[in-house]
């Protein structure tokens, strides 16, 4: 039980890290088409907004639920308290 445990927590921390990589670029490429400003600027941010944003945002989903997943299963909610 622990090594699915370990297993879920490896691919919850992989999901998470990719999500946030990916919110960053989204953020930057936002950032550019600010800049750019006109039609160029505008394209980038529709560009970005439909070509990398869903998958994004389907993975930061799917990390959720495997952090669900990690607190039904070890039995633990990291952020409560409890006499440890």
């Known amino acids: 039980m622990e090594k699915i ?8 921390s992989l999901f998470i890290l990719l999500s946030l990589l990916g919110g960053s670029l989204v953020f930057l490429l936002f950032v550019i088409a600010l800049i750019l400003g006109g039609d160029r600027g505008g394209f980038l941010a529709v560009f970005a907004a439909k ?26 909610h990291l952020l409560s308290l409890s006499d440890e």
């Open 51 to 76: 070509t990398f944003m869903p998958y994004f945002i389907r993975l930061a989903a799917l990390a959720m639920v495997v952090g669900l997943i990690v607190i039904y299963v070890s039995g633990k």
């Open 5 to 12: 445990l370990e297993l879920l927590r490896r691919v919850f």
